[in-house]
């Protein structure tokens, strides 16, 4: 095993002394707030008199989308947005395309004005599950917003998938898409049509519906997240289930994984049962600050109409995690190497959750991988400390900044420097209701994140450093 390179924390930009000066810097940290302040700060977070969103000074919101509005399409805005990306449209302009956490259950804040129906001039090939024998439609799927970053106004706005089943996250590809993942609650049913399943829609098109057409060979699933290394074009997938894996899809053909592929679960090489979640009375503890070589191993129905593929994978020597949900891929200007980040919320001995880091090897996807495999790191893992609670959605800026949204009432969003210093952003000021969907215009000076309840998105603009 080698050691990493730097820490994912540490008390100033001088002190990363190893991971036991870190574990006690996050065993004296009795509240994120009083903890030691690192040399890096944007400043304390001033409360919103509008009771919407806390951020330091010089740094400003405007909420430019709002659960029940109409968009241009005449549809309504729905309800839960969640995971979501920026897309350079040229012009100043950005699609940024979001997902919508609904489903079957979507109908009182679904787009149309009577979710129970279709409306009656819908074009129903391009709703993936209408319902059948009487069944009600589905209303899950996305939506995109045209926004203009000089002028801060919204351009357009129009539903851009429909007919899908709790769209959580997804990610953005290098070749100008959104994979939009489902997470079914029920993965057994068949309604209108199976539900488990990624979707793929275009950044750079004319406005209106994405027909849908679900990426079966990635897997039916509880999908969360994905992110794809362009070196590569490779997929990786994560699965939030407390018994979960991480999956990774090899493209038949780079930039087009509706040609299908093959689907292969993460495994430690030499490790048949290893186990990431660190829960007290677990088999043995995975290993903190250090990488560990990797292996994949092939996986075969990946459809999965029993609801088993996790528990196939695990069978063949898969490694488990628990409910790794957001996951963004890190450029080599984050430390100078290709990673994939994810987050697992609930993982941990204290169940606080744990950032994951995967180096994919040069060889990654080729039959000398096997001599040169890829390294996976437990990056972090803060049991007596709440410097970090229930890391859910994950982005990295421009500047190299790992930014987390946190899934717990009163939740932040927490910054991380290249150095591996954590930083306060935003902190959530309604009582209730997920952070979700943090991500950077490709510029790198606007910052959208979606507040589930009630069902708002907004663009925060400041001095980001670059």
């Not at 309504?76 to 947005?81: A, L, M, S």
């Not at 941990?348 to 996807?365: L, M, T």
């Amino acid at each position: 095993m080698k050691t990493s390179r730097r820490l994912f924390l540490s008390q100033s930009s001088a002190v990363t002394a190893g991971f036991f000066g870190l574990d006690r810097y996050l065993s004296t940290s009795a509240n994120a707030e009083t903890s030691a302040k690192p040399s890096f700060s944007y400043g304390e977070l001033k409360s919103d008199p509008n009771g919407i969103l806390d951020l330091p000074e010089g740094f400003s919101y405007e909420v430019i989308s709002q659960t029940g509005s109409r968009m241009s399409d005449g549809y309504k805005v729905p309800g839960k947005p969640d995971g979501m990306a920026a897309f350079d449209l040229g012009e100043d302009r950005v699609a940024l395309i979001r997902n919508h956490e609904i489903g079957h259950s979507g109908y009182t804040t679904g787009p149309f004005d009577d979710n129970k129906t279709l409306p009656e001039d819908f074009d129903k090939s391009l709703i993936y599950d209408g319902g059948r024998h009487g069944a009600q439609p589905f209303v899950g799927g996305t939506t995109t917003i045209v926004y203009n970053l000089k002028t801060r106004q919204v351009e357009e706005e129009y539903l851009s998938l429909v007919g899908t089943d709790r769209n959580c996250a997804g990610g953005p590809t290098p070749w100008g898409t959104w994979i939009t993942c489902e997470e079914p609650a029920d993965m057994t049913t068949e309604w209108g049509a199976f539900h488990g399943y990624c979707f793929e829609v275009p950044a750079d098109r004319k406005p209106g519906l994405t027909k849908p057409v679900p990426l079966k060979a990635m897997g039916r699933f509880r999908h969360e997240a994905i992110a794809v290394d362009p070196r590569t074009d490779i997929i990786y997938l994560t699965e939030d289930r407390n018994d979960g894996v991480i999956y990774r899809f090899l493209p038949a053909e780079r930039k087009n994984p509706a040609a299908g592929g093959k689907l292969q679960a993460l495994m430690i090489k030499g490790d048949k049962e290893a186990d990431t979640r660190n829960w007290p009375g677990g088999k043995s503890a995975f290993p903190i600050g250090e990488r560990v070589a990797v292996e994949w191993v092939d996986l075969e129905d990946v459809e999965a109409p029993a609801d088993d593929l996790r528990l196939r994978a695990i069978g063949k020597g898969a490694v488990i995690f628990s409910r790794a949900e957001g996951m963004w891929y890190g450029s080599p200007e984050d430390a100078g190497e290709h990673s994939i980040y994810w987050a697992c919320t609930d993982g941990g001995e204290k169940r606080f959750g744990q950032i994951f880091r995967y180096f994919p090897s040069e060889a990654e996807g080729t039959a000398e991988e096997a001599n040169a495999p890829g390294e996976l790191e437990l990056y972090l893992e803060p049991n007596n400390s709440d410097l970090l609670k229930s890391g859910d959605n994950i982005t990295i800026a421009n500047s190299g900044h790992l930014y987390i949204c946190e899934d717990t009432k009163g939740a932040f969003i927490r910054g991380v420097t290249k150095e591996g210093e954590l930083f306060n952003f935003a902190r959530n000021a309604f009582p209730s209701g997920e952070l979700a969907g943090a991500c950077f215009s490709p510029d790198g000076q606007t910052m959208f994140v979606n507040i589930q309840t009630p069902g708002i998105t907004l663009a925060i603009t400041g001095k980001f450093v670059s």
